[in-house]
């Protein structure tokens, strides 16, 4: 009896040994989920998808970015008003960046020394410097409630969709100056550059459609609609992006209708639908296209897609309304 | 000399710009905005007396606001509207006169289309006589049933939900809870009449039973205590839920939780079928609450609600629908493409019978949205939203 409990407690010391070298070792194979309801950040081992950790974020966590160089997620505080800089080694809050009034969605720059991010309660986008933290300019009138931010592939431009104005709004940030704006479907809330970054993609969530942009002529060379049997036209509320890196697929979260299209980027064809759970919108894919992991808004957890079966495999239960999700592999 | 040669050309120079500018500035789009001076909605009924005294911006209940908020709110549509949009009001302070001058002020200021914030028995002279004008008239705060089943207009247009979308809220509400059996209690007025009557229909469709129809009276004469005591009022009767038709809220207030038997209360107080409540936490509902309460200091009401997503339409339709052939407010409402975002959830748009926007009622508390309607359980051959208010098969209009 007394050795079955000397084992028992090895066995316990022993796996929280490893859950601690796991989260102190390498950053790869993991998925960092933010909690916007219950403020902290869930963070799942890609392999065996245990839960290593939960830790606490500022108010609100929303959109997130993980900077490979100096191993930190970025993680918008929408209540807090910052975006807070986490150690990944650590799992410390280390830092926090200027952001304006309520941060939501944010992007690097592709050589990862500026953000922009949109503050949907000013109808601005704030540019910030990263390594300082510090503010470098605000654009103003970028719509009404800017959500969606894209930097251009080549980081020249940065695109934002804006929910209440039906318009994409094309800015520089480095001048500070609207370039351009582009009337898409309703409530359009994230957008995606295909890979060769001739094209935007911008998901309409009230429209029930995807708006796709050409990105040299401002113009919107397709719209994607979506019909499945047995979902009413209202429930398909389309949300967020995971574009394949390799194949021609773009997977595309449904919100209420609880599903995930995925459509070919080349003919503009939805190909299948995938169960997820309740108000699907978080989206992601990890770097060998196999695994799609989408948060569910509504029933507090996320989806583990297999993307051969086009299945869901497994569901995790994090924290509460789970926002974005990132992979780190 | 000189110095007067370099006065005119710095005037001339400050001029150019100026011209360049006219050239390039956008057309006129002008929205009338009429209400009536006297207007008892608007007295300080309905309002807590600790407010009436402290809180003064709670006495400022037009939903004017609303629609000062929509117009800053579609300012960024001119681009592609390519219009510039203003609100012309006018406050008419005779209601006898109001028909005439309403005509004449569309007249003299080139008014495109027209928000009216008036009772239901005086709405009806406006829109008569400018009928002939074919302009669209919208409609947003008269809840009148009729309006919508059997005086019917097509000019005539409701972005304010009718009294029998949110009865009908109510009664799926308690059908879904299983609180079938209701007492209810109905005020002196005409207009808490019409609101019962409502009740009354909204209950036979959703199958619940009224128990008992009693009348109620504020006060405290001791000879009529039968009828403004609670616990004779709320008593000797079996039932699940009490439901009170109190235009002015005085005399419900105090009906919670002062029932004679526990029970819920529903109506004029307690949970409280809305068009709009602060309270709502999603589909980008905190964004426009926050607007508005930063520019006018109190809460947003159903009918600040109604005024905005009423200027939120205009844009929508011209930013979608202008270059259409034959363009006009009348059919771009009611196209099937017409898509309006309320910040309420689902797509909202025009019944094409009754010209009544389509939309979500939030069930609310005096600071929670406890349930949304149309609810999950019900649902409609073709929309779903259609489950709650006067469908096309019940209504005389558009026939």
């Known amino acids: 009896m007394s050795l079955k409990k000397i084992n028992i407690s090895l066995i316990i010391k022993f796996s929280s040994l490893f859950i601690l070298f796991m989260s102190f070792g390498a950053q790869a194979d993991k998925v960092v989920i933010s909690n916007e309801g219950s403020d902290n950040i869930t963070i799942i081992d890609l392999n065996s998808y245990e839960i290593l950790n939960t830790i606490d974020s500022g108010s609100r966590p929303r959109d997130m970015h993980y900077i490979p160089e100096t191993e930190s997620l970025l993680v918008a505080a929408s209540e807090d008003d910052t975006i807070n800089v986490i150690d990944m080694k650590t799992l410390q809050i280390v830092g926090n960046l200027e952001t304006g009034d309520d941060p939501e969605i944010f992007d690097i720059s592709p050589d990862g020394k500026v953000a922009v991010v949109s503050n949907e309660d000013d109808n601005e986008a704030t540019v910030i410097d990263i390594k300082s933290g510090k503010i470098i300019r605000v654009i103003e009138d970028v719509g009404i409630e800017p959500e969606g931010v894209n930097f251009s592939p080549d980081g020249k431009l940065v695109f934002i969709t804006s929910e209440g104005t039906n318009t994409i709004i094309i800015i520089d940030p480095w001048m500070g100056e609207i370039v351009e704006e582009v009337l898409v479907g309703n409530r359009p809330r994230r957008g995606a550059f295909s890979k060769n970054g001739r094209e935007y993609w911008v998901t309409n969530e009230l429209g029930g459609t995807v708006s796709i942009i050409d990105t040299k002529t401002f113009s919107i060379k397709h719209t994607i609609t979506f019909e499945k049997k047995g979902i009413r036209s209202s429930e398909i509320t389309p949300v967020d992006f995971a574009m394949s890196h390799k194949a021609n697929l773009a997977y595309i979260t449904l919100g209420r209708s609880k599903h995930v299209a995925v459509v070919n980027t080349d003919n503009y064809e939805v190909i299948d639908y995938i169960l997820a759970g309740s108000r699907v919108w978080g989206a992601a894919l990890t770097s060998d296209d196999k695994t799609l992991i989408v948060t569910n808004g509504q029933s507090d957890d996320i989806s583990i897609i297999d993307t051969d079966k086009r299945a869901s495999i497994k569901s995790i239960a994090v924290g509460r309304t789970p926002h974005t999700v990132r992979i780190i592999d | ?399």
């Open chain 2, 1 to 399: 000399m000189q110095i007067i040669i370099i006065k005119l050309i710095i005037i001339i120079f400050s001029i150019i710009p100026i011209n360049i500018l006219c050239a390039k500035e956008k057309k006129d789009f002008n929205i009338g905005y009429y209400d009536l001076e006297k207007d008892i909605r608007y007295d300080e009924w309905g309002v807590h007396p600790v407010d009436i005294r402290s809180n003064k911006n709670q006495l400022y209940k037009r939903p004017i606001a609303g629609a000062r908020l929509g117009l800053k709110d579609i300012k960024p549509f001119q681009r592609m509207a390519k219009v510039k949009f203003n609100i012309k009001e006018l406050r008419i302070k005779d209601i006898e006169s109001a028909p005439d001058n309403i005509l004449n002020h569309i007249k003299n200021n080139n008014i495109n289309i027209v928000l009216i914030d008036f009772p239901s028995s005086e709405l009806l002279k406006v829109v008569e006589k400018i009928s002939f004008l074919n302009i669209a008239i919208i409609n947003i705060s008269s809840k009148n049933n009729e309006l919508r089943s059997t005086i019917c207009n097509d000019n005539l247009f409701h972005t304010i939900p009718s009294e029998r979308m949110l009865s009908d809220s109510l009664a799926q509400y308690l059908s879904d809870k299983k609180w079938r059996k209701i007492l209810m209690l109905t005020g002196p007025l005409e207009r808490d009449k019409a609101k019962a009557y409502s009740f009354v229909e909204s209950a036979k469709q959703f199958g619940l039973k009224i128990v008992e129809n009693r009348n109620f009276l504020l006060g405290n004469d001791p000879r009529a205590r039968d009828q403004n005591d609670l616990d004779f009022l709320t008593g000797s009767a079996k039932y699940d839920a009490v439901y009170i038709a109190d235009t002015h809220k005085e005399f419900s207030y105090k009906v919670p939780f002062a029932t004679h038997k526990p029970s819920a209360v529903i109506g004029s107080s307690g949970l409280t079928p809305r068009a709009w409540h602060w309270s709502y936490l999603r589909h980008g509902a905190p964004q426009v609450h926050g607007r508005f309460e930063r520019m006018n200091n109190r809460r947003m009401s159903g009918e600040d609600w109604a005024a905005w997503v009423a200027m939120r339409a205009i844009a929508e339709a011209l930013v979608r629908f202008k270059d259409e052939e034959n363009f006009s407010f009348h059919t771009a409402f009611i196209n099937d493409n017409f898509k309006l975002d309320g910040s309420k959830g689902p797509v909202l748009n025009f019944r094409p019978w009754n010209r009544q926007l389509r939309q979500p009622i939030m069930l609310s508390t005096e600071n929670w949205v406890t349930s949304i309607a149309p609810l999950e359980s019900f649902v409609h051959r073709e929309n779903n939203l259609d489950t709650i208010g006067i469908d096309s098969s019940k209504s005389k209009c558009g026939k």
